[in-house]
């Protein structure tokens, strides 16, 4: 089982900037694909980028692409979303999630079976 915990949220203004944190736990990270999605007041939650936790592509949702960077810290067990040039749509819960390691679209969201609690960001426009 893996456990995720979100962190960073907060208020920003838009055109600024913000980096969400996800510490992970699991026994086996390299069999581990993590993602990041979001649910915006009043919407459906919605993929916003995903990557392998070894190796692998990474995959972002269209709106976000060239603004948003996931990474991660082997060493330091811990996921980050890089959040530049926010604009007043990304203001959502974000989540991270984990699914066992699987070749193809990293964004249907029903393959995610460990998820963190969320965190809030908003952007003031």
């Known amino acids: 089982q893996v456990q995720l915990v979100e962190s960073g949220g907060g208020l920003v203004q838009a055109g600024g900037s913000l980096r969400l944190s996800c510490a992970v736990s699991a026994s086996t990270l390299s069999s581990t694909d993590v993602a990041w999605f979001r649910q915006p007041p009043g919407k459906e939650r919605e993929f916003v980028a995903g990557m392998a936790w070894i190796g692998g592509r990474n995959q972002y949702q269209d709106s976000v692409k060239g603004r948003f960077t996931i990474s991660r810290d082997n060493g330091k067990r811990t996921l980050y979303l890089q959040m530049n040039n926010l604009k007043a749509e990304d203001t959502a819960v974000y989540y991270c999630?984990?699914?066992?390691?699987?070749?193809?679209?990293?964004?249907?969201?029903?393959?995610?079976?460990?998820w963190g609690p969320g965190t809030q960001v908003t952007v003031s426009s």
């Open positions: 999630a984990a699914r066992p390691r699987s070749v193809g679209d990293r964004s249907p969201m029903e393959q995610y079976t460990s």
